[in-house]
């Protein structure tokens, strides 16, 4: 990085932190401090759900998993508009009408405060797990990548966002969001424009879409009806709806953006606005994965993209045989770019979806794969500690070794912002959940507003804190991305569950709730261990796709709590 590239990042950063911390200081009440006034347009409200959403792991891993996987990871997102329009239609409206401050204070009016208590603690759980993978994900690429200590920027991340949400609460996560997705959006139009400009002359938008499809990433939609596989249409349209249905509504840290409006319309606005953005955001975010793919068929590309592993090599007995899979990849990817530059220029655009010529090419892209992963047992076989698995290492790899003096610094305030804006929501909502749905009930005495802004804020302190402890500790999975919606499916469907019970199984009471949702957790980790986690581990297919467990805990939640009210007398399941 040259100094430019430090001045636009630092500045960038320092902007959003004493912008945050300035526009919203102050806050003296409960209701300005966690609703942040309650004066906020759908515009601030739309754009504020987003960042919540697309934390570092989003513009992090999404283009890895474009690279690697093709275009098909977009069906997860298929849902959410169904998902928004539901909740402007039934959530939205009874919050503002009970006027609370958490999504699960309705829990207590419905059924008791245990259940609130319960669904709460689930919350806590989920997304304190949350905010430590979103302050980890960009840790530990810039980390491995730029060579920085990963517990020095797990801090300075973390410190920064503590900063302004302690000091402006609510508010101040809204009010910086707006201009870090601007910053965002800016940064990755360039970086999707330039890679473009970065191809062989000659390789036109449309040719470049074809070589992907040649190469199979282009295939968006898949209609199969396999359980197994994590990422179909009806996955997306069921699963995905299901997990949208519950991290939009019922989540804290997205309930608090939208409770946070001037009125009932306008948080309608703003959650339809998302709705409607979502998917081509990120199908935009996959295209430059694509793109990024497309790149790398005309330039050389690292066997690992995780520069550690090169270095575990290095060192190592096993140099010589990396060094040879190394010159295999190469071989490869000089035969796909004669391949490649062949067939477009002399037969044009058409030929070469030809059966004979894209046979030739998965050829050519099945052998590639099989170096990699070769060379990821010789990784293991020198150091086991290390990350093999590249994903979300592609895109930064670009970034530092293609893009201009400056826009180096713009791509990676882009990611450090992403991490902070998520981060500011988590932690603002954690420390409200705290407040209004274990603290508060639980306390003593008449307390002042200023008590409980007080309070609220030492919870964010310690939530962030904790956050950050979590990173330090954290480790890779397969893909983040995954990860954190892997976490979320866990529990989302239960708490989805039992607002739904709620709203719409009014003879259903509150101890009935209860047992069901403490049974159905335990199920659902059963069903993650045993069906997804263990085959996973034994290097099997996993039997099921982890967005189903959306559709499960929610099912199995709402029929045990029928069942337990319907066939045990009442006083046979008072706690």
């Given at each position: 990085?040259?100094?430019?590239?430090?001045?636009?990042?630092?500045?960038?950063?320092?902007?959003?932190?004493?912008?945050?911390?300035?526009?919203?200081?102050?806050?003296?009440?409960?209701?300005?401090?966690?609703?942040?006034?309650?004066?906020?347009?759908?515009?601030?409200?739309?754009?504020?759900?987003?960042?919540?959403?697309?934390?570092?792991?989003?513009?992090?891993?999404?283009?890895?998993?474009?690279?690697?996987?093709?275009?098909?990871?977009?069906?997860?997102?298929?849902?959410?508009?169904?998902?928004?329009?539901?909740?402007?239609?039934?959530?939205?409206?009874?919050?503002?009408?009970?006027?609370?401050?958490?999504?699960?204070?309705?829990?207590?009016?419905?059924?008791?405060?245990?259940?609130?208590?319960?669904?709460?603690?689930?919350?806590?759980?989920?997304?304190s797990l949350a905010a430590g993978i979103t302050i980890f994900a960009p840790s530990i690429i810039l980390s491995a990548v730029l060579g920085w200590n990963l517990t020095i920027l797990n801090i300075i991340i973390g410190l920064l966002v503590i900063?302004?949400?302690?000091?402006?609460?609510?508010?101040?996560?809204?009010?910086?969001?707006?201009?870090?997705?601007?910053?965002?959006?800016?940064?990755?139009?360039?970086?999707?424009?330039?890679?473009?400009?970065?191809?062989?002359?000659?390789?036109?938008?449309?040719?470049?879409?074809?070589?992907?499809?040649?190469?199979?990433?282009?295939?968006?939609?898949?209609?199969?009806?396999?359980?197994?596989?994590?990422?179909?249409?009806?996955?997306?349209?069921?699963?995905?709806?299901?997990?949208?249905?519950?991290?939009?509504?019922?989540?804290?840290?997205?309930?608090?953006?939208?409770?946070?409006?001037?009125?009932?319309?306008?948080?309608?606005?703003?959650?339809?606005?998302?709705?409607?953005?979502?998917?081509?955001?990120?199908?935009?975010?996959?295209?430059?994965?694509?793109?990024?793919?497309?790149?790398?068929?005309?330039?050389?590309?690292?066997?690992?993209?995780?520069?550690?592993?090169?270095?575990?090599?290095?060192?190592?007995?096993?140099?010589?045989?990396?060094?040879?899979?190394?010159?295999?990849?190469?071989?490869?990817?000089?035969?796909?770019?004669?391949?490649?530059?062949?067939?477009?220029?002399?037969?044009?655009?058409?030929?070469?979806?030809?059966?004979?010529a894209k046979d030739f090419l998965e050829n050519l892209n099945k052998s590639e794969t099989e170096t990699r992963e070769a060379a990821k047992k010789l990784i293991k076989k020198a150091n086991p500690d290390i990350e093999t698995n590249d994903k979300?290492?592609?895109?930064?790899?670009?970034?530092?070794?293609?893009?201009?003096?400056?826009?180096?610094?713009?791509?990676?305030?882009?990611?450090?912002?992403?991490?902070?804006?998520?981060?500011?929501?988590?932690?603002?909502?954690?420390?409200?959940?705290?407040?209004?749905?274990?603290?508060?009930?639980?306390?003593?005495?008449?307390?002042?507003?200023?008590?409980?802004?007080?309070?609220?804020?030492?919870?964010?302190?310690?939530?962030?804190?904790?956050?950050?402890?979590?990173?330090?500790?954290?480790?890779?999975?397969?893909?983040?991305?995954?990860?954190?919606?892997?976490?979320?499916?866990?529990?989302?469907?239960?708490?989805?569950?039992?607002?739904?019970?709620?709203?719409?199984?009014?003879?259903?009471?509150?101890?009935?709730?209860?047992?069901?949702?403490?049974?159905?957790?335990?199920?659902?980790?059963?069903?993650?261990?045993?069906?997804?986690?263990?085959?996973?581990?034994?290097?099997?297919?996993?039997?099921?796709?982890?967005?189903?467990?959306?559709?499960?805990?929610?099912?199995?939640?709402?029929?045990?709590?029928?069942?337990?009210?319907?066939?045990?007398?009442?006083?046979?399941?008072?706690?």
């Amino acid at each position: 990085m040259q100094l430019i590239d430090w001045i636009v990042l630092g500045g960038t950063l320092l902007f959003i932190v004493l912008y945050g911390a300035w526009k919203t200081r102050g806050s003296s009440t409960v209701k300005d401090y966690i609703r942040g006034g309650n004066d906020a347009k759908w515009w601030t409200i739309g754009l504020s759900v987003m960042a919540t959403q697309a934390s570092a792991i989003t513009f992090l891993s999404t283009p890895g998993q474009a690279f690697h996987s093709g275009m098909g990871f977009v069906q997860f997102y298929i849902g959410v508009p169904i998902a928004m329009i539901i909740i402007c239609m039934i959530f939205i409206p009874l919050y503002h009408r009970l006027n609370v401050y958490t999504a699960y204070e309705y829990l207590e009016s419905r059924f008791d405060l245990k259940t609130r208590t319960l669904t709460a603690v689930f919350f806590l759980i989920q997304r304190s797990l949350a905010a430590g993978i979103t302050i980890f994900a960009p840790s530990i690429i810039l980390s491995a990548v730029l060579g920085w200590n990963l517990t020095i920027l797990n801090i300075i991340i973390g410190l920064l966002v503590i900063i302004y949400t302690v000091s402006g609460g609510t508010k101040a996560v809204s009010v910086t969001q707006k201009y870090q997705m601007a910053i965002i959006f800016s940064g990755m139009f360039i970086a999707f424009f330039l890679v473009i400009d970065y191809l062989p002359d000659g390789i036109t938008f449309s040719k470049a879409l074809d070589i992907a499809g040649a190469s199979g990433k282009m295939e968006v939609l898949n209609f199969s009806f396999d359980l197994d596989n994590r990422y179909t249409f009806w996955t997306g349209i069921i699963g995905g709806t299901f997990l949208a249905l519950s991290y939009f509504g019922t989540d804290q840290s997205q309930v608090q953006r939208y409770l946070s409006g001037k009125s009932i319309k306008e948080s309608q606005l703003g959650l339809l606005f998302n709705g409607l953005l979502k998917v081509p955001m990120q199908f935009f975010i996959l295209l430059v994965g694509i793109m990024v793919f497309v790149f790398y068929q005309f330039n050389q590309a690292p066997l690992n993209f995780n520069p550690a592993a090169k270095e575990a090599i290095v060192d190592s007995q096993y140099k010589d045989e990396y060094t040879f899979l190394e010159n295999d990849l190469s071989k490869i990817q000089q035969q796909k770019e004669e391949f490649i530059n062949k067939h477009i220029a002399t037969y044009g655009k058409e030929s070469i979806r030809k059966s004979e010529a894209k046979d030739f090419l998965e050829n050519l892209n099945k052998s590639e794969t099989e170096t990699r992963e070769a060379a990821k047992k010789l990784i293991k076989k020198a150091n086991p500690d290390i990350e093999t698995n590249d994903k979300d290492y592609v895109f930064i790899h670009f970034i530092l070794n293609n893009l201009p003096k400056g826009l180096i610094g713009l791509l990676l305030a882009v990611i450090l912002s992403a991490a902070m804006s998520s981060t500011a929501s988590e932690l603002n909502a954690l420390a409200s959940t705290t407040v209004i749905d274990l603290y508060k009930p639980n306390v003593k005495g008449e307390k002042s507003e200023k008590h409980f802004v007080l309070m609220t804020m030492l919870f964010t302190l310690l939530w962030g804190l904790l956050a950050i402890f979590v990173a330090c500790f954290a480790n890779l999975f397969d893909n983040l991305i995954q990860l954190v919606n892997i976490i979320g499916s866990i529990f989302y469907g239960n708490v989805l569950g039992i607002f739904m019970l709620a709203f719409f199984v009014k003879f259903v009471k509150s101890n009935a709730t209860f047992i069901a949702a403490i049974i159905t957790q335990v199920v659902i980790l059963l069903i993650f261990y045993f069906a997804i986690y263990r085959p996973e581990q034994m290097g099997l297919k996993p039997m099921l796709g982890y967005l189903w467990l959306n559709l499960i805990g929610c099912t199995i939640v709402m029929f045990l709590a029928i069942i337990l009210q319907l066939i045990i007398p009442t006083k046979r399941i008072e706690l």
